[in-house]
DNA sequence: GTGAAAGCGCTAACAG
DNA sequence: CTGTTAGCGCTTTCAC
């Protein structure tokens, strides 16, 4: 009869210990644990109290392994925890941590050797669903339709078209962008992206396109500046732009990054921003948006919204409502002073959604 | 195609379908599979076979039940997953994954409330140690001295000055930044960081500081101009600073962004980087420091580093080799355009730099 | 109402 | 060499 000291200290607790402290058997000390069956109130209360002395806490493992449900999941990046995937992490996990549910995060460095292990590991490990992100969002390789748990794609997918998956709106921020400068009353508008093989750059600049088109304005796709992810680049694509449309009023830029770089080349030429020249970004990368001099007007992505949805999309499979295919989280427009709107600000922040 | 045997869909296969499968016991069976024990090599080879076939793979639970250890650690961080937290869990992953072991990733959006429900989740899955981390080095409450398991502090520390942390070099950082400057022929320097209470701030002030006067150099302590950590405060800092210190050649800031602000006012009062002012930052922070123009010289914590070691530190007391205290870990000094080793001030003249 | 017993998947003694 | 047995900590029938 250890009524004294729990465990002596090494070993943690077991329901054992706990059942023993209150003195009944183990089976009804898990029934008082749980609230199942039939017990009296004093002996829940006895074990209830008894558990809380002896400090214990379920192992969890071994309630998996007889429930064949390990309440775990896995997330597999390919983005390094990078800028784009971290945000689809935390919105997974806060999600998933709402269903009591944990997350092994793994980083695959885009290896493909280092991701079959990685899945080895996660299935070796009974996790009862996976996560699949990357910093892009072209088609991927199936991570394996065969696995015996359900997947779920976030700002990525898969080749498999039927397998879900979530993504941005990246078109439809294209067209908050173009909405935006027209409400803002500039139609001789811009667009300098990062590389045409991106398929993010194609949606959004098709996005704006279309958008400035239907309402009127003039604007073709091949008046896109396709370049890269960077700021030198921005600072070399305004050049050109300005060059090929010194009357320009509004320059939507495929990243924060990019507009950064418009924003020096603007100083330099002496174009006031957002007097002369209106100034939009995308990713809403608070620390380059803010610290750029006005701070810029974005394109959030909602990328923790992706997450969120992501994970929602994995738990409905766990309970066997499986979804198929693409869907879509809208973008969501951030008015700074790169922009200047001319009508009041309840009305800026919206969303369109796309097709 | 896996052969159909007993349970062939749903059910994943268990040591006991490989036995039958091979013809053997489970007993048998496990050893073949952990190459225990005396076998012929014929059995071996049959239940090898039958594993592979079957796609058997261990469950990790049971054997961690059986175990008492579950190889598994819990990496907590107040960081939101952010910039400095990402790298010191990557370094960790990195460490620990080779060691086969998962890692919980658990962000409590430095909410006590959340830090104590992760806490008791990682608990109850009966996790082999903890990693705690965060944004800033500063000493925080312990997040437990009785938890039974072990846990080292990364990029933070605990009040309990026993327990094992390992910080980043913030001292040696404005020592190295002093180096080079001294080294590029630079004594009249200048120092723009952030907020006085960040101990990270002071600490590399005071390393810059002493560097600079122990190599002869003439600054004081009251020469540190602290602020924020923003591009906004780098803006404003450097026109204190320069109205102040005219014939100031060399600007060490206490963050990439920081730099960033001085270098836009700089170049706004038409002073040259790096020939009339030499420039370095903090964090080598990528995105900023290469969109700079021109890149920036910086100072990496060598964060990754910092988590591998605390994964090693981990694993030391995992295995009963527990290490206590504070455990520092070096900066290094990453060379950019922003200074140039090879040529003092002034002699450099109308170098092209392509944009 | 409560306890005893079976077993989740696996490993580690022991027998044979 | 191989099979049998006894658990790891927990839940869940099923008797009493």
């Known amino acids: 009869m250890p009524s004294a000291e729990p465990g002596s200290e090494g070993r943690r607790p077991t329901i054992r210990d706990v059942a023993a402290q209150a003195g009944v058997s183990i089976g009804t000390a898990s029934k008082a644990l749980n609230g199942q069956g039939k017990l009296r109130v004093a002996t829940r209360e006895r074990v209830a109290a008894a ?33 784009f995937s971290i945000p689809v992490m935390l919105g997974a996990e806060d999600a998933l941590g ?31 669903g996976l996560i699949v992100t990357g910093r892009r969002i072209e088609p991927r390789p199936s991570i394996g339709v065969t696995l015996g748990i359900p997947v779920v794609y976030a700002m990525t997918q898969s080749l498999d078209t039927d397998e879900p998956a979530i993504l941005p709106d990246d078109y439809g921020g294209g067209q908050l962008a173009a909405g935006h400068f027209l409400q803002c009353g500039r139609t001789r508008v811009g667009h300098i992206t990062g590389p045409e093989r991106f398929l993010a750059a194609r949606k959004r600049a098709s996005g704006f396109c279309e958008a400035v088109i239907g309402a009127g ?133 919206g969303q369109v959604r796309s097709a």
């Open 51 to 83: 558990a809380r002395e002896l400090g214990f806490a379920p192992n969890v493992l071994a309630k998996a392994l007889l429930a064949g449900r390990t309440y775990t999941v896995g997330v597999i990046t390919t983005d390094s925890f990078g800028r």
């Open 98 to 128: 709402a269903g009591q549910i944990s997350v092994f995060m793994c980083d695959t460095r885009d290896d493909p050797a280092r991701e079959r292990q990685y899945l080895d590991m996660l299935l070796s490990r009974r996790v009862d």
């Open 217 to 349: 304005g003039t604007f073709s796709p091949n008046d896109v500046l396709y370049g890269e992810w960077s700021e030198r680049w921005g600072r070399e694509g305004a050049h050109i732009l300005l060059r090929a449309a010194p009357d320009v009023e509004a320059i939507f830029c495929g990243s924060d990054q990019i507009a950064r770089g418009v924003a020096d080349t603007l100083r330099l030429l002496g174009r006031r921003v957002p007097q002369d020249i209106a100034l939009i970004g995308f990713d809403n990368w608070t620390p380059m948006a803010l610290g750029s001099d006005p701070p810029l007007t974005s394109i959030d992505m909602c990328l923790e919204d992706v997450g969120r949805t992501a994970a929602e999309h994995l738990l409905a499979a766990i309970n066997d409502s499986p979804t198929h295919g693409v869907h879509i989280v809208p973008c969501r427009l951030v008015v700074r002073d790169s922009t200047d709107p001319q009508v009041p600000a309840g009305d800026q922040v």
